[in-house]
């Protein structure tokens, strides 16, 4: 599905690929195409990485090229900044987010308080969910920690995409499926975990999140304060060392 993808991507090769006997595609980071013509044997390579849409909505979903190219004129691509907002409490989500790039964090507040609820990543699904379903206001906000660049699917488009062919459905679930189960898995996290346990499970999740997110961002997250934190930390480390 991805190789026919891309082998369309590259329609100028039409007159060259006519005159082919035999054409196959291999792909493994770098996108090779060998045709064999009546004479020679051409290959030529396209250095084409997957953007994270194409590699969520072709190869996760199981879009086909066509659906693909119905729902790519759809996507705006948006370059954030640093501690950009985009979304505050009080907004009516209007978007499914894919993240290309950057990191953002979703909290709410409390008494003033920052709690954070949750961390994107590269791959991540952004949205305030349970607001684009409802189409009412949410309470919480989703700011960049970092510069981002984020691929936007707005929900009047999502909503006609639906209406236009049930195919589309299988993104509706997609989302809400890994939505719902990332949800789980924190709550009970949250529920049955030490400080410790989460703080183990989230560097699996993210190994890269100590180089990426403050300490106090990750320490909210976890529930506990960043000295907690600290001292968690100092006792893996010298574990660590201990068993090595």
Not at 206 to 214: A, C, F, K, L, S
Request: charged share 25%; hydrophobic share 40%.
């Amino acid at each position: 599905m991805v190789e026919q993808y891309l082998f369309k991507r590259f329609s100028d090769l039409s007159e060259v690929i006519k005159k082919t006997t035999h054409f196959f595609v291999i792909l493994s980071g770098l996108f090779t195409l060998k045709l064999t013509t009546q004479r020679h044997l051409i290959t030529i390579k396209f250095e084409h990485q997957l953007t994270i849409l194409e590699s969520i909505l072709i190869d996760k979903i199981g879009l086909t090229f066509e659906e693909f190219s119905v729902v790519n004129p759809f996507v705006q691509k948006r370059l954030l900044k640093k501690k950009e907002l985009i979304i505050k409490a009080g907004d009516t989500c209007s978007f499914i987010g894919f993240l290309e790039s950057g990191t953002l964090r979703s909290y709410v507040l409390k008494n003033g308080a920052e709690f954070n609820v949750d961390f994107y990543f590269p791959g991540s699904i952004v949205s305030a969910y349970t607001s684009f379903l409802e189409q009412k206001p949410t309470d919480g906000f989703i700011q960049t920690i970092s510069e981002s660049v984020l691929y936007t699917l707005p929900y009047s488009d999502f909503q006609i995409l639906l209406k236009q062919d049930t195919r589309y459905y299988k993104i509706a679930r997609y989302i809400a499926e890994t939505l719902f189960i990332k949800k789980c898995k924190r709550e009970k996290s949250l529920l049955m975990d030490s400080a410790n346990e989460r703080y183990k499970y989230l560097l699996g999740l993210y190994p890269t999140i100590e180089q990426d997110v403050p300490q106090y961002h990750i320490a909210s997250y976890l529930g506990i304060k960043p000295e907690s934190l600290s001292r968690i930390k100092s006792l893996t480390y010298i574990n660590e060392k201990d068993g090595s």
